[in-house]
């Protein structure tokens, strides 16, 4: 079992920038893909960006590709999301999530991660 705790949410104007952290303590950490997920109130969890457990490959939702970056770092069991030019659309509860296995070849859902952290409310004013 994993334990995930994020950190670097808030308040942001619309069109600036957050930089969401995720630690990760009780498994090798290195060893397995990471995820980024959302949920909006009333909405469904989604999926927002993925990263394999080396790093070279990664995923992402299409509502934020080219203004969101997923990035890991295996010696400080981090992983974290860069998230630039964001909008309204992008308020949510942010979590980090550990996956069952080290890599996608396919963009992953919620069923694809075993572990998940409480999140971390990320606020857009428009």
């Known amino acids: 079992q994993v334990q995930l705790a994020e950190s670097g949410g808030g308040l942001v104007q619309a069109g600036g920038s957050l930089r969401l952290s995720c630690a990760a303590s009780g498994r090798t950490f290195s060893s397995y893909a990471m995820g980024w997920f959302r949920q909006a109130p009333g909405k469904e969890r989604e999926f927002v960006a993925a990263?394999?457990?080396?790093?070279?490959?990664?995923f992402y939702a299409d509502s934020v590709k080219g203004r969101f970056t997923i990035s890991r770092d295996n010696a400080k069991n981090t992983v974290s999301l860069q998230m630039n030019s964001l909008n309204a659309e992008d308020t949510a509860v942010y979590y980090c999530a550990s996956s069952y296995s080290g890599q996608f070849y396919y963009t992953p859902t919620v069923a694809d991660f075993s572990s998940w952290g409480q999140g971390t409310q990320v606020t857009v004013s428009s």
């Open positions: 990263i394999s457990w080396s790093g070279s490959s990664t």
